[in-house]
């Protein structure tokens, strides 16, 4: 069975670091494009980047791209979403997903909700 | 401002048909593959339609879609209480190099 398992819930103060973590299980991680996906309170989904864990091309949101940093360790099977400087307006949950075709994501992780203080 | 299009809400009593469209252009629906995706209060996404108009397994047959030039439609039938949800669209922006989402349509089941 795939499984994706994301780190738990953060709260933190603007200004401060942040990585997140989505662990993947029951398939070869290696083999598939991991996004990441925002969804701000009350809003829609965000599409914010894809990375292949076999040779970490990434691909990310002219959205998202200089704000966020996607990266992968394939000797763990984890995918990683940082932050090097949060702002209020990253408060959201953030969603992994295992893509297998272009913008389809098959298998969801549960969610990390993130929030920032000013 | 999403670069799919869904109405933002439908509504329609158990047992009836309900239809949400998802409309795009060229970059994205017109030569692309379309996804619905639902989401139940309070939980991650859930993949319902892939590659325009299949079902993943464990997906009742009550749930359809299609495609048609830049538009795309998922149909539900015999609605439910427990369809109430979220309904997102994605696809592929070829443009753009990145994946895109409908900004999501509400079904309430009255």
């Known amino acids: 069975e795939v499984q994706l398992e994301q780190s738990g819930t953060e709260v933190k103060k603007s200004g401060e670091s942040l990585k997140i973590s989505c662990q993947g299980s029951?398939?070869?991680?290696?083999?598939?494009?991991i996004g990441w996906v925002r969804q701000m309170p009350g809003k829609g989904l965000e599409w914010m980047g894809i990375?292949?864990?076999?040779?970490?091309?990434?691909k990310y949101s002219p959205s998202f791209q200089g704000q966020v940093t996607i990266s992968a360790d394939k000797s763990i099977s984890t995918a990683y979403l940082q932050w090097g400087s949060l702002t209020a307006s990253d408060t959201a949950m953030y969603y992994c997903?295992?893509?297998?075709?272009?913008?389809?994501?098959?298998?969801w992780g549960q969610g990390t909700l993130v929030t920032v203080s000013s | 401002q999403s670069v799919l299009t869904q109405p933002p809400s439908v509504s329609a009593a158990p047992g009836q048909k309900v239809t949400i469209s998802c409309s795009g252009t060229?970059?994205?629906?017109?030569?692309?593959?379309v996804s619905w995706y639902q989401q139940l209060p309070g939980t991650a996404p859930k993949l319902l339609i892939y590659?325009?108009?299949k079902r993943p397994s464990g997906i009742p047959d009550r749930f359809s879609g299609s495609k048609s030039g830049t538009s795309a439609t998922l149909g539900i039938t015999g609605l439910q209480t427990g369809d109430e949800a979220d309904y997102y669209c994605?696809?592929?922006?070829?443009?753009?190099?990145?994946?895109?989402f409908g900004g999501g349509t509400k079904l309430t089941v009255l």
């Open positions: 997903a295992r893509q297998t075709g272009y913008g389809l994501f098959d298998n």
């Open positions: 029951g398939y070869s991680f290696t083999n598939y494009w």
């Open positions: 990375i292949y864990p076999g040779d970490s091309d990434i």
């Open positions: 060229s970059s994205n629906i017109g030569n692309n593959y």
């Open positions: 590659d325009n108009n």
């Open positions: 994605g696809t592929w922006d070829s443009s753009l190099s990145a994946g895109v």
